[in-house]
């Protein structure tokens, strides 16, 4: 006898689950868990609170879900490449421009997962181990063959991806600052674009890649 698969989310049920999704990213963003209420959420996202309920049971769940989200996304999109062909220029310049487009897709929810990590990472900690850490460790070998090659100046790996992270996500963490210094009354796609492009300069001539 077959076993029937799963049966797929309807698109409206996707849509609905990615409104509320954002309405709690905005809430947790300004408000932290404990001022976010499911009512402001259910407000937010145009539902009752007995429909919030149906899709996430509770805040704790709602939270989690977010956080899961981010991280998910992070591991999905911030990945270097495995095509052995491609040079540090390439990929760098690819995992910058990704990194960015987290935070200006996703700045609420680079803001919660920011929050998240600053008080300790108690809900995120287990997941971080067990999906974010294997990537992690993947890449830090790759930017080491690149050094064994001589394409790159010998480098701490982990440190390099720590300034990466650190100068990407001050876009979406404190875009206001950024906003406020550079007179504007929000960052644009061209203002992230720039971004990549200095970002990326800037990595890859401190790296002497080869290429940069």
Known sequence: MKTK???????????????????????????????TSMES???SAGISKQNLIYYFSSKEALYHKVLQVILDLWVE?????????ASPKQVIESYIIEKL??????????KVFAHEIINGAPVLKDYMVSHLKPQFERDVQLV??????????????EHLFFTIWASTQTYA?????????????????????????FLSNFVLKALGAQDA
Do not use: C, H
Request: net charge negative.
């Open 144 to 157: 080491k063959r690149w050094i064994e090659k001589g394409l790159i100046d010998p480098v701490e790996p």
């Open 5 to 35: 698969a799963p049966r797929k989310p309807s698109s409206n049920r996707v849509l609905l689950e990615n409104r509320i999704l954002r309405a709690a990213e905005k809430a947790f963003a300004t408000k932290g868990f404990s001022g």
């Open 173 to 197: 963490d404190f875009s206001i600052q950024i906003q406020l210094l550079m007179g504007k009354s929000k960052l644009e796609a061209d203002d992230f674009d720039v971004a990549a492009k």
């Open 77 to 85: 999109k911030m990945v270097f490449s495995d095509d052995e062909d």
């Open 41 to 43: 959420v259910a407000e």
């Open 101 to 110: 487009a987290l935070s200006r897709d996703y700045p609420d929810a680079s």
